[in-house]
Nanobody
Framework: QVQLVESGGGLVQAGGSLRLSCAAS????????MGWFRQAPGKEREFVAA????????YYADSVKGRFTISRDNAKNTVYLQMNSLKPEDTAVYYC????????????????WGQGTQVTVSS
């Protein structure tokens, strides 16, 4: 069992930066691939980024590639999402998720979810 708690969301102007954190409970955090997803009002949840258990490989949606960076610290049971050059279209609730069997772009494939943190980018 893994419990996930996101933090770091907030209101930022376009062009600004935020760093999201996702703290995980459980001793097997290092066994899980971790993903970040987001959901804007009236839209489906979409993939943002993912990182495999070792941190050696990362994956990004085209819409955030070059602006966002996912990383993890297995010693701290935490995964991060550094978001730079934010745009109003990045406004959404951001969720972290854990998957035991490797990364995926599909939200349906993830086993555990956090409660989400709101990111609002003003123009």
């Amino acid at each position: 069992q893994v419990q996930l708690v996101e933090s770091g969301g907030g209101l930022v102007q376009a062009g600004g930066s935020l760093r999201l954190s996702c703290a995980a409970s459980g001793r097997t955090f290092s066994h899980y691939a971790m993903g970040w997803f987001r959901q804007a009002p009236g839209k489906e949840r979409e993939f943002v980024a993912a990182i495999i258990w070792s941190g050696g490989n990362t994956y990004y949606a085209d819409s955030v590639k070059g602006r966002f960076t996912i990383s993890r610290d297995n010693a701290k049971n935490t995964v991060y999402l550094q978001m730079n050059s934010l745009k109003p279209e990045d406004t959404a609730v951001y969720y972290c998720a854990a998957r035991i069997t490797g990364w995926s772009q599909s939200s349906y494939d993830y086993d555990y979810w956090g409660q989400g943190t709101q990111v609002t980018v003003s123009s």
